[in-house]
């Protein structure tokens, strides 16, 4: 590996204003990404900021009014055994839980990442269905942006030269709402996901009174499937309808071909995962319900 020259801040906005002032300076935290690539040659920095010792930036906090905020350092680990996290969004810890290995999941952050940009990452898949913002800090002060808007594609993100992800937000759910996180791999569980979808639903008297459906891992970035969301509206969430929103979704994605498949079989397991990932939610909500 190649030598480089380490800085260490002890605040947010210390790191931003040293990356700032060096285009050749990259950020690491749990370097589970960054390492790697480095170790690879295909990114050799002159200098690395390590945010592990900024305080206070991994606190797992929830309001009943705001919802539930993620330091941008809390690991994925941290956001899985949280009991904040797992009684008031079980889906997230269930699928930080399926991220690679417990190794992976101690290190990893959940700011490197988003902001790493892997399309193959479990966790922003079901932070899209979760309506996620994010915080990112700067010299210039902080700015929020949606989840949906900060992923611009594969291994690319809207952080410009100088920012940090300093927290991500997520609204409260409804009342009643349940979900699921379905990951398919082509290998063993610890792999990166081939396709992954979150499902959330809000189920009275068997209506659905709301539906929120993410497929990711298959495109540059996950996707809401709104035209799907709105059709199970003030719906029976029958076999007819959730195979017509399964089919909706393969059809909006826009699969990348590579080693896990071709994008025509990533339509299809889309399609198969959706429709059981909705009947999983669905079926839940009937319980709950009764």
Not at 52 to 62: G, Q, V
Not at 189 to 216: F, H, K, N, Q, Y
């Amino acid at each position: 590996m190649r030598n480089f020259d380490l800085a260490e801040p002890t605040r947010l906005e210390d790191a931003c204003a040293i990356l700032a002032a060096d285009d050749d300076a990259k950020p690491v935290a749990g370097g589970t990404a960054l390492l790697t690539i480095i170790k690879q040659g295909l990114l050799l920095p002159k200098l690395l900021v390590n945010l592990k010792k900024i305080n206070d930036a991994s606190a797992i906090t929830f309001d009943p009014r705001q919802g539930l905020c993620i330091g941008a350092l809390a690991t994925i680990n941290d956001i899985e055994i949280s009991p904040l996290v797992r009684q008031h969004y079980p889906t997230l810890a269930e699928a930080c839980h399926l991220v690679a290995n417990i190794r992976i999941r101690n290190m990893a952050t959940i700011g490197g990442n988003l902001a790493h940009g892997d399309y193959q990452s479990d966790p922003p898949t079901v932070l899209v269905a979760l309506d996620t913002n994010v915080e990112i800090i700067s010299q210039n002060g902080i700015r929020w942006m949606k989840l949906t808007e900060f992923q611009l594609g594969s291994y690319e993100t809207a952080l410009a030269p100088g920012e940090l992800i300093s927290a991500i937000t997520i609204p409260p759910l409804p009342r009643g709402m349940t979900g699921h996180y379905v990951k398919f791999t082509t290998g063993s569980s610890e792999e990166r996901p081939c396709a992954g979808i979150a499902a959330l639903a809000c189920m009275e008297d068997g209506i659905c009174r709301e539906l929120r459906l993410a497929v990711g891992a298959v495109s540059p970035r996950p996707v809401r499937i709104f035209a799907g969301e709105e059709a199970a509206n003030e719906m029976i969430l029958t076999d007819q309808l959730i195979d017509s929103i399964a089919f909706e979704a393969a059809r909006v994605v826009e699969p990348i071909d590579d080693l896990h498949g071709s994008a025509d079989y990533k339509r299809r397991l889309v399609r198969v995962l959706a429709r059981r990932t909705i009947t999983a939610v669905a079926n839940d909500g009937a319980e709950t319900a009764a």
